[in-house]
């Protein structure tokens, strides 16, 4: 036992080591091995990449834990001295790099950060180590929001601006831990958390917001059957609505809606645009409100008419592309309530009282409709139009859109359960 404690004491400070020698350390493995067959050092370290081989883990993950959890207590009580503390990181290190979801390891880890036994920045580096390993680790995504909102705290506190780089590094990790595991909500929703925490804080948040667009476009063109890639694309279109910083318009989804799809001549008049489509508003809006409505539409129209319609007709059966472009549907047609100052209010548990837009707002009995008795309040169970809706030129240009699209390759089961959605949900014939 003396002598296996005393190997993985060696293996745990050779790992630690490397990590502090090497800032340019790119991965970690645990390579298969059946037994030290070559009566070497198990640490393998080869061109910025560290692997440790099978045969070891079980001595080195007992060793750890059993030390780490005799010195958990004194740890929590601030009862051990500056080296001891030092000395427990090796320990961690190696017990995280194997099991990356043990919580009390991190928190250990935490407690040292605290104690300004280690800095963030060689822990963001360690963590992504991790990733490398486990890239759908909870606690590591989780312990490095926690360091990051430390660093946002020193940034506010001492009035500092942001700098990219730490939201392009934050990128660089989901990407990886992304393209290792597609489906990884743990990845995305980092990335999400980075968007909300840190780059809603930076002056080039408009700038930021264009290049996502177009970074999950990419990701779904590769990632076809991935919800993922369409859920952070959503968040993105509605930040897109709701962000007040988010004023400038983006070219060529606004060139694409007033040439491609409606033929009309840009005249750089925003409040055309939106008359146009949805109608005399009923208030008078700033520039910065115009500017959000048309970015907000033009995204959703580039997307149903050029991303997803291109993508149902090379992969019609992928089920994620549908509820993308039911999304799509929903939003668009939902706008015009928004731009009007009206909302969908439920009257009852199966009731819906619908306020259909006219240039001259006018709503009567008509549109209340009533819909199934399971109704909750999961979209899209909300409406049916009315023949009014036809008075404002987006609801017929979704509506030609979506009917051309339906009448093609009916004997699709996605698009025959589309059919069914646009025709008992959303109203179209």
């Keep these: 036992m003396a002598e296996e404690n005393a190997m993985s004491c060696r293996i745990l400070q050779t790992l630690e080591n490397i990590l502090k020698s090497d800032p340019e350390l790119q991965e970690f493995g645990i390579i298969p091995t059946e037994d030290n067959t070559r009566n070497k050092s198990p640490v393998v370290y080869e061109e910025h990449n560290l692997g440790l081989e099978s045969w070891c883990i079980k001595h080195v993950y007992q060793y750890a834990c059993s030390t780490l959890f005799q010195n958990r207590e004194l740890l929590l009580r601030n009862k051990l001295g500056y080296n001891k503390m030092e000395n427990m990181n090796h320990i961690l290190i190696g017990a995280i790099l194997i099991n990356p979801e043990c919580t009390t390891f991190w928190n250990m880890k935490r407690n040292l950060v605290e104690n300004d036994i280690l800095k963030i920045e060689d822990e963001l580096h360690f963590s992504k180590i991790v990733l490398t390993f486990k890239s759908k680790s909870f606690e590591s995504f989780s312990y490095r929001r926690w360091l990051l909102k430390r660093q946002l705290e020193k940034f506010s506190a001492n009035n500092l601006e942001i700098p990219m780089s730490l939201l392009q590094n934050e990128f660089a990790v989901t990407n990886m831990a992304s393209e290792k595991i597609a489906c990884n909500y743990h990845s995305w929703n980092h990335r999400l958390w980075c968007m909300e925490h840190i780059a809603s804080n930076c002056q080039t948040i408009s700038n930021i917001i264009y290049s996502e667009l177009s970074y999950s476009q ?8 991935e919800h993922t890639g369409y859920h952070y694309r959503q968040y993105l ?37 939106l008359t146009y489509l949805m109608g005399k508003p009923s208030r008078t809006r700033i520039l910065e409100e115009k500017c959000s409505y048309v970015n907000y539409i033009s995204i959703l129209l580039y997307d149903l008419c050029v991303l997803v319609d291109k993508l149902n007709n090379l992969y019609p059966e992928h089920e994620a592309l549908f509820y993308h472009r039911r999304f799509l549907v929903y939003h668009l047609l939902k706008v015009p309530y928004e731009y009007h100052g009206l909302e969908l209010e439920a009257k009852s548990k199966n009731q819906f009282n619908i306020l259909m837009v006219e240039n001259k707002n006018i709503t009567d ?20 139009m009315s023949p009014k809706s036809e008075l404002y030129n987006l609801y017929g240009i979704v509506s030609n859109c979506e009917k051309s699209f339906a009448s093609k390759n009916c004997s699709v089961l996605q698009i025959a359960k589309y059919r069914k959605w646009l025709k008992h949900v959303v109203g179209f014939d």
Aim: net charge positive.
């Design 218 to 225: 990419e990701w779904i063109n590769n990632h076809i059957s």
């Design 237 to 273: 279109i509605k930040l897109v609505r709701g962000h007040k910083k988010v004023v400038a318009v983006y070219d060529s989804y606004y060139n694409f809606v007033v040439k491609s799809l409606l033929k009309m001549m840009n005249d750089g008049d925003y409040s055309n645009l």
């Design 365 to 384: 009995s008509s549109t209340v409709v009533n819909v199934s008795e399971n109704v909750d309040n999961r979209w899209p169970k909300l409406f049916k």
